[in-house]
């Protein structure tokens, strides 16, 4: 079955202590992508990866770190969470080539105090 | 910048109810426009994608035109159910390959 899965589903921490939340599609695509999802905001792209080790900043990409060592996986990393990183956070892929369906994890809720 | 806007915000049917939900986009390069249902909390569900090349798509109860030349998508739903309440979103792609969302339509079907 295609699809994208993201970990942890769910997750409270602490001001300042790093984590990463794993994002891994089955589907051989090349493009990859994290968004955030906030009332009132609607989803911003936080950083996006066009194939292996080449990774680009979104709209939000102040406080994330992401990495693409292989195309299957691309991780997001907050070094140094703050509460105003308190989100919904989402992973997507698709085919590079434009007219094609995004595919979207289950998303992650990530709670910082 | 491509931006996208959904009409209206929210929106308060009785059930058996045919509605239209709106998504218009300032920039018409795009490559797709697709179809998003959300419930409280959750993931996102694909509905309905349309190629630029293409006018509309149906599933079961939903259609989706969409008129690239003057920016817009609708997405009809027929016989509104209780269980077709959540948040509907769009998000056009174009040649960045970013997804742009518009915020949704919180959509609620009233038995």
């Known amino acids: 079955e295609a699809q994208v899965t993201q970990n942890p589903r769910y997750l409270i921490t602490v001001t300042g202590k790093k984590l990463t939340v794993t994002c891994s599609q089955n589907m051989n695509h090349e493009y990859m992508s994290w968004y955030r999802q906030d009332p009132g905001l609607g989803l911003r792209q936080i950083y996006y990866s066009m194939n292996v080790e080449v990774t680009d900043k979104g709209d939000v990409p102040e406080g994330y770190k992401v990495s693409r060592k292989e195309k299957r996986n691309f991780p997001l990393i907050l070094e140094s969470p703050s509460p105003n990183q308190t989100s919904l956070y989402f992973c997507?892929?698709?085919?590079?080539?434009?007219?094609?369906?995004?595919?979207f994890g289950q998303g992650t809720r990530l709670t910082v105090v | 910048k491509q931006e996208v806007t959904q009409i209206p915000a929210a929106l308060s049917v009785p059930e058996g109810e045919n509605l239209v939900l709106n998504c218009s986009f300032t920039?018409?390069?795009?490559?797709?426009l697709q179809w998003f249902r959300q419930d409280p909390g959750k993931g996102l569900t694909s509905l309905l994608l349309i190629q630029s090349s293409q006018r509309e798509q149906t599933s079961g109860r939903l259609n989706a035109s969409l008129d690239k030349s003057s920016g817009r998508s609708t997405l009809y739903i027929a016989a509104s159910q209780p269980g077709d309440s959540a948040t509907y979103l769009c998000?056009?792609?174009?040649?960045?390959?970013?997804?742009?969302f518009g915020k949704g339509t919180k959509l609620t079907v009233n038995p």
């Open positions: 920039d018409s390069a795009i490559y797709n």
């Open positions: 998000a056009v792609r174009g040649g960045s390959e970013k997804l742009v």
């Open positions: 997507a892929s698709s085919l590079r080539q434009g007219p094609s369906q995004a595919f």
